[in-house]
């Protein structure tokens, strides 16, 4: 698809993969609009873009999605295409005995619930344009989980999955369906993760990553795999048992200090 003269709306859009979106994207003449919880975030990245527009919002309620969605078609009636990024990771030990139920899906409401009540709300605002798109960021841990993290890989197997059926229920109208599916990529997601952690995982720069997942879009690649993402669907398919026990290392030192 054409990626110059949209009008995009980027949730997380002031950090890491987000952040790179709104760097490459208003380098290509589009209009950005970026949400997230942090107001100081976003208005660093003001500073440094100041064509963008922000919005603080949290992606896991709906009312706030609601709310967003009356402000923005009203300010931005142009807006054609939704990049649902924000997301969070966490290391989640299950024998862990503090900590509350609520607090243990808590990935689930931004990272799954999130980007399908974005969906759902928006829809109906980009079925009229006459080219519109929705990208969904999952990761390449949506094909192979890493099971230190295992509500995280629930959520992202979750909306690979959501974004595939989306893609069918929308094929008879304008609105394009990507998945971008990052590898391990420099941002402050991985920031709780040490080396071990991600021991075997070559780390991709941010810049690298998006400019990847741009040239998926403009060339109509709906399902973007870069790098590593692209050899862990491989490994999922070709031998899964043998992906999993690799990505299980973490896990199993977790547990040797449980003994
Ligand atoms: N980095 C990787 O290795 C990697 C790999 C695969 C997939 N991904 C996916 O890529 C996406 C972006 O991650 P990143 O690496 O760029 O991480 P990041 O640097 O931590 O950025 C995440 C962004 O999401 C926003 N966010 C978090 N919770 C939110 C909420 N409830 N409502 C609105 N915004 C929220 C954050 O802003 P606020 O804190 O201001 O809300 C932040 O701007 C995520 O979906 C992540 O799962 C990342």
Not at 19 to 42: F, P
Not at 158 to 176: A, P
Request: aromatic share 6%.
């Amino acid at each position: 698809m054409k990626l110059t003269s949209n009008t995009i709306l980027i949730t997380g859009g002031a950090s890491g993969i987000g952040y790179e979106l709104t760097k490459q994207l208003t380098a290509l003449g589009n209009t950005i609009l970026i949400t997230g919880r942090d107001q100081a975030k976003m208005d660093r990245a003001k500073a440094a873009f100041p064509k963008i527009h922000t919005f603080r919002s949290d992606v896991s309620d709906p009312k706030a999605i609601a709310t967003l969605y009356e402000e923005i078609t009203k300010e931005f009636p142009k807006l054609n295409i939704l990049i649902n990024n924000a997301g969070i990771m966490r290391k989640i030990n299950v024998h862990d005995k503090a900590g509350s139920l609520e607090d243990l899906t808590r990935e689930i409401e931004i990272n799954l619930s999130g980007p399908i009540h974005m969906v759902k709300q928006f829809l109906p605002h980009l079925k009229t344009k006459s080219e519109a798109a929705i990208m969904n960021v999952s990761s390449g841990l949506a094909f192979v989980p890493l099971p230190i993290s295992p509500v995280y890989c629930a959520t992202k197997a979750g909306l690979h999955s959501f974004t595939e059926s989306l893609r069918v229920q929308l094929k008879n109208t304008k609105v394009k369906v990507f998945d971008l599916a990052p590898p391990a990529t420099q941002t402050e997601l991985l920031d709780g993760f040490d080396v071990e952690d991600l021991k075997g995982a070559s780390t991709m720069k941010v810049e690298d990553m998006v400019k990847a997942a741009i040239k998926g879009m403009q060339t109509d690649r709906f399902e973007i795999r870069p790098g590593q993402a692209n050899q862990l669907k491989m490994m999922s398919r070709l031998a899964p048992g043998f992906i999993l026990k690799q990505m299980s290392r973490s896990v199993d030192r977790m547990l040797r200090t449980l003994d």
